[in-house]
């Protein structure tokens, strides 16, 4: 596994090294600014697996630098994991947002940074193990017309829809939030309804398509605030606020409802497909110990069935 680490600190540096020599992990390049890491990314022969990034650095900093490497093709999937002494909320949702994997507080336990790394390997491999199996349908769609498919429950990674983020990324969020920061913080999950239907109806790519419109307008619904949004499988998403003061009720679906009604995805065949949005109830991440607080994106008793259609109607009615 070849690993970037960047932190202004030479002595943090030789630290996280010899963390990772312990780990197992001996293929690390250490730089000391985000200015010298683009230059290493760019001259690199062989590409990088994994990034750890520190925050607080002059210049470039981690969370811009996780932003620009996250832009490159090449790393859309690769694993950015923050390590860094900032645990205030605002750096924590902005680093996220930026496409960091996870967040490790320094000063890291070493056994505990071994075993995050662990995740971090195992989750590049897979996402080599993907970019090869997904040249490999490119090609044989361009032959036959066909493509490979994805379980209806596969929580699939939506790429390139601001602050939406991987599944195991919004785990890692939830986790590293402390109960005061949950306390602050709601969270509500989104249905496509009947979306088995869906999902046996279209190939691979419009389902992609239609997941991607679908999440754009869940993020598009809550613009106006510091949110994070996932995709967790079965036509399901979950959106998580930061804010005591944000206003999230169920006024909210009409507006999503709204922003997918107006562009409707398109499928190959040029018919339409419209989506209907179902809304779950308004919940708080403290009111569950830390592990707990991943049911929000596990438990389908989360969800309510309270339509988007059904608010259109109303709100027409009205």
């Not at 002595?11 to 090294?17: G, Q, Y």
């Not at 080599?128 to 429950?153: I, M, N, P």
């Not at 195991?168 to 939830?174: F, G, I, P, S, V």
């Not at 989104?190 to 419009?206: K, N, W, Y």
């Amino acid at each position: 596994m070849k690993i970037l680490a960047v932190d202004d600190d030479d002595l943090a540096l030789e630290i996280l090294a010899s963390a990772l020599r312990g780990a197992g992990y001996t293929d690390v390049i250490s730089v000391t600014s985000g200015a010298e890491a683009l230059k290493v990314i760019e001259e690199s022969s062989a590409p990088f697996d994994a990034f750890l990034l520190d925050i607080a650095m002059p210049g470039i900093d981690g969370i811009e630098l996780c932003s620009m490497v996250r832009a490159m093709p090449l790393y859309a999937t690769a694993p950015i994991v923050m390590i860094t002494a900032m645990k205030e909320r605002h750096f924590i949702d902005r680093a996220f947002a930026a496409g960091a994997m996870d967040y490790i507080n320094k000063p890291f336990d070493p056994v505990e940074l071994g075993v995050r790394i662990g995740i971090a390997d195992r989750l590049s491999r897979q996402s080599h193990q993907v970019e090869e199996a997904a040249t490999e349908v490119a090609l044989l769609k361009s032959r036959t017309g066909v493509g490979a498919k994805f379980a209806a429950e596969d929580p699939i990674t939506i790429h390139d829809v601001p602050r939406v983020i991987s599944m195991t990324a919004m785990e890692n969020y939830l986790l590293q939030l402390t109960y005061w920061m949950t306390l602050k913080s709601k969270s509500v999950a989104f249905s496509i309804s009947g979306f088995s239907t869906v999902h046996a109806q279209c190939d691979p790519t419009e389902m992609y398509d239609i997941l991607s419109d679908a999440a754009y307008a869940i993020a598009e619904g809550f613009k106006h605030t510091n949110h994070l949004v996932t995709y967790v499988g079965d036509g399901r998403f979950v959106a998580v606020v930061n804010g005591s003061g944000s206003a999230i009720d169920h006024e909210i679906l009409k507006s999503i409802q709204f922003e997918i009604d107006q562009t409707p995805p398109i499928l190959a065949s040029g018919r339409s497909c419209p989506i209907t949005f179902e809304m779950g109830e308004i919940y708080s991440p403290g009111l569950w110990s830390a592990p707990n607080r991943l049911s929000l994106l596990h438990s389908p008793q989360l969800m309510a069935r309270r339509s988007g259609a059904t608010e259109s109607r109303h709100s027409a009615a009205a």
